[in-house]
């Protein structure tokens, strides 16, 4: 295959308006075998527009299974000649990337800009907190701060001391692993809780899934959450490749079905469920917005008979909600009766103990008095016995006397 030297070469050629000095290369460069020269010359062939014949190179030296760098070479040239850049017109981030070439070094794929603007924009000019995980020179926080203005918060996060020098010293940059939890939690609890978090770190998959299983519920309300490089998940390099087991676009497909956890059965999961309110993936990124969810329920309007009401209907209808009030207000009347009547029974109760109580001590005279009374009558008693028997001996003697 054409070394980089040749390819940059054959697409200088089709930049500059001599196709013919690239068909030329192409047909007779010893670089190539047979089978590459055939893949090569078909898209020069089939068309005389340089966006699209850069592009066909492109998809042909993939097909060929040569190194990516070449194909993205060719597609970074489709990009330029065809209309790409008219379309990012309008597009501020990445505005301000095509004006910072001579700044600190910046690095991303051009079609990320688009899919920040779509989820960042709402952000912008605002008081927020934004963590960026992985800043390696500081080209990105300084764009960071230009977009989302001088009220922002940026807090970043690298495992290379490096980067804390090499970023502007505005920025606070923590230096540390993005797969040890305690220390993601302890940046959070520190800055936080942020709006929003960029996970431009490593981008392995452990790093990329415990990244955002930390972070993600210690996002504010209302925040977003974005992976970058998210194609790391399909390269062998980074043990990914397609439905394998691990991956953080596995770990991703997952959070489709919990954001869909209402509809089966069980309990809802209180974060990826209840908190994920959307989940959107790009080519390489992938976007979570949390927001706290009410529950799903289903609605139901625009039937035909809203236009014809029947009046019957209408009566009636206000017949029940009539009903429905006076039962209400005859319910809220009985409660506070029975409340009232609660209260006069407690106070009668209070006064009956307290006047219970000032009876105690004249109960007790009375029991001591009746007590004294009794003892007098027993005494009395004793005396008129002894009254009795004595008159009846008087009797008697009396009548012995006679005789
Ligand atoms: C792709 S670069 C970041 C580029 C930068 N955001 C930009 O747009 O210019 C990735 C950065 O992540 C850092 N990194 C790699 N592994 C990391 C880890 N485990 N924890 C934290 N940062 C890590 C690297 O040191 C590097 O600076």
Redesign the pocket.
């Known amino acids: 295959m054409f070394s980089a030297e040749s390819l940059g070469s054959l697409l200088l050629a089709l930049a500059t308006g001599f196709p013919d000095r690239a068909k030329n290369m192409v047909q007779t460069s010893d670089e190539l075998t047979e089978e590459e020269r055939g893949l090569l010359w078909a898209p020069l062939a089939c068309t005389d527009d340089p966006a699209k014949q850069a592009r066909g190179l492109g998809d042909a030296i993939r097909k060929g299974g040569t190194n990516d760098f070449s194909a993205n070479e060719c597609y970074r040239a489709a990009f330029y000649l065809g209309h790409g850049v008219d379309e990012l017109r309008d597009d501020p981030l990445f505005g301000y990337f095509s004006s910072h070439r001579a700044g600190r070094?910046?690095?991303?794929w051009v079609h990320y800009f688009p899919i920040y603007s779509r989820h960042l924009a709402p952000y912008r000019g605002r008081p927020i907190r934004v963590l960026?995980?992985?800043?390696?020179?500081g080209?990105?926080l300084d764009?960071w701060r230009w977009y989302f203005g001088p009220q922002v918060t940026l807090v970043g996060?690298?495992?290379?001391e490096d980067?804390k020098a090499a970023a502007d010293p505005r920025h606070v940059v923590e230096i540390?692993?993005?797969?040890d939890a305690d220390f993601l939690r302890r940046v959070a609890e520190e800055h936080g809780p942020f709006d929003v978090i960029?996970d431009?770190?490593?981008?392995?998959m452990q790093?990329q899934i415990v990244t955002a299983e930390t972070l993600f519920p210690l996002l504010a309300d209302g925040g977003v959450f974005l992976v970058e490089?998210c194609h790391t998940s399909y390269w062998d390099s980074y043990e990914g490749g397609r439905n394998r087991p691990g991956t953080f676009m596995e770990w991703a497909k997952q959070r489709l079905d919990d954001v869909n956890g209402f509809h089966q059965p069980g309990p809802v999961d209180p974060v990826w469920t209840g908190q994920l309110d959307g989940l959107h993936c790009y080519d390489s990124v992938v976007v979570l917005d949390k927001k706290t969810r009410f529950a799903p329920f289903a609605e139901q309007v625009g039937h035909a008979e809203f236009l014809t009401y029947p009046r019957a209907a209408a009566g009636m209808f206000s017949e029940l909600l009539a009903t429905r009030d006076a039962a209400r207000a005859e319910r809220d009347r009985l409660r506070r009766t029975l409340e009232e009547k609660e209260g006069a029974r407690d106070e009668e109760l209070r006064l009956l103990r307290a006047e219970l109580a000032s009876l105690r001590p004249k109960n007790a005279q009375l029991d001591s008095r009746l007590t004294q009374l009794k003892d007098e009558l027993d005494n009395a008693r004793i005396s008129l016995r002894r009254v009795r028997r004595n008159q009846a001996t008087g009797r008697w003697l009396r009548r012995s006397g006679d005789l």
Not at 132 to 137: A, Q
Not at 157 to 160: A, E, K, N, S, T
Not at 200 to 204: F, K, L, S, W
Request: net charge negative; no cysteine; glycine share 20%.
């Open positions: 070094v910046l690095d991303k960026e995980i992985g800043t390696y020179r080209g990105s764009m996060i690298d495992i290379d980067a540390g692993d993005q797969t960029i431009d770190g490593g981008h392995g790093q490089d």
